[in-house]
């Protein structure tokens, strides 16, 4: 199966600061999305972006899919977005969604 | 419009014990998803059902899992007996159609296995 490789698997920041995570596929994928769980465990998808750039606020995503990766960009945090953020997409002709091992996020005041 | 509900939200029992964990999706969903997370993990998909049939279940250990989704709405997920190593999250999720489509999670049932 794909193996989903999420960096950094850590990060802290100070409230306001700006930060990228960044996923990448050992294979071609499609249906790729991002997903953030908070500290209570509650799982929101963010974006279903195979392809392309989209953006929702503070919040903007870009897919390469012809080099096998994906960005998450996120300015001006706030301590709410503290959490894990998980990308995770399927193989092509497949439809189980394989996740990556996340990015703890923490945001401090 | 609701989101998916899962119960109970927590759940602690000892080893051999049956446990079940019960999921309603969002309205019109056809897609069910049971996913198990563990500590520092991502969700593992066990088990996805489109209406009332399970079209991927590679990944559910039958020797004590088991899953049904009757009349392709509400789906129980239940563990018998159950053992140390299943502790974690058990997450729910639906979509809309077939296919790895937008998912929207439950608040997952956290099982503590003692």
């Known amino acids: 199966g794909i193996q989903v490789e999420q960096s950094p698997p850590d990060l802290i920041l100070q409230e306001g600061a700006n930060s990228t995570l960044r996923c990448n596929f050992s294979?071609?994928?499609?249906?790729l999305q991002w997903f953030h769980q908070n500290p209570w465990g509650q799982l929101i998808n963010l974006f279903y972006?195979?392809?392309g750039t989209k953006q929702n606020g503070r919040l903007s995503a870009t897919t390469v899919a012809t080099e096998r990766y994906s960005l998450l960009y996120i300015s001006s945090s706030q301590t709410t977005d503290s959490g894990v953020y998980f990308c995770?997409?399927?193989?092509?002709?497949?439809?189980?969604?394989?996740f990556g091992q996340g990015t703890r996020l923490t945001i401090n005041p | 419009e609701a989101g998916v509900v899962q119960s109970p939200r927590y759940k602690i029992i000892e080893k051999k014990q049956p446990v079940a964990f019960w999921c309603n999706p969002i309205?019109?969903?056809?897609?069910l998803y049971w996913y198990l997370q563990n500590l520092g993990q991502g969700p593992e998909l066990l088990i996805r059902?489109?209406?009332?049939?399970?079209?991927?279940d590679s990944q559910l250990p039958k020797d004590r899992f088991s899953a049904e989704r009757l009349k392709g709405v509400d789906s129980t997920l239940k563990i018998q007996p159950a053992e140390l190593g299943d502790s974690a999250v058990y997450l729910c999720?639906?979509?809309?159609?077939?296919?790895?489509?937008?998912?929207?999670f439950g608040p997952g049932t956290r099982l503590t296995v003692l």
């Open positions: 999720a639906s979509s809309p159609g077939g296919g790895a489509d937008t998912q929207y």
């Open positions: 294979d071609s994928v499609n249906n």
């Open positions: 972006i195979p392809s």
């Open positions: 995770a997409g399927t193989l092509q002709g497949a439809q189980k969604l394989v």
């Open positions: 309205s019109g969903h056809n897609t």
């Open positions: 059902y489109e209406n009332e049939e399970a079209v991927d």
